[in-house]
């Protein structure tokens, strides 16, 4: 959670609404399928419905107030991986810095599957 505090108050921003963020951008990339999660009983990678797309994002606050973010992702067979990695780093950072005014230290891509139409 970033507390920030003026003249009229405080405001706290739960780590959710970064997760949130993250995973709305980087989902909204073309050539991203959704964000997934690993089970833990079978190993196999699950594709995770709108409403559970948390469960694939992964924010940390730094000690100078920035932003990590992890991002578990499953995507499209035929796409460029480098530039679709790009695309979600740039996209990612935008989003959340233009909405929470926090900086954005680092975004990582995690390609967990591709999805095989």
């Known amino acids: 959670m970033i507390r920030r505090e003026n003249e009229l108050g405080s405001i706290a921003v739960s780590n959710s609404v970064f997760t949130k963020i993250a995973g709305n951008a980087a989902t909204n990339c073309f050539g991203v399928k959704g ?14 419905r709108r409403e559970s797309m948390a469960k694939g994002v992964l924010v940390t606050v730094n000690e100078d107030g ?24 740039s996209e990612v950072r935008y989003k959340v810095s233009q909405e929470t005014e926090t900086e954005v230290r680092d975004v990582n891509v995690i390609i967990d599957s591709m999805m095989v139409d």
Request: charged share 10%.
């Open 35 to 48: 964000m997934a999660i690993r089970s833990v009983t079978d190993g196999l990678v699950h594709l995770l």
């Open 66 to 89: 920035t932003l990590s973010i992890d991002l578990h992702i499953m995507i499209d067979q035929g796409v460029n991986i480098p530039a679709l990695g790009s695309s979600i780093v």
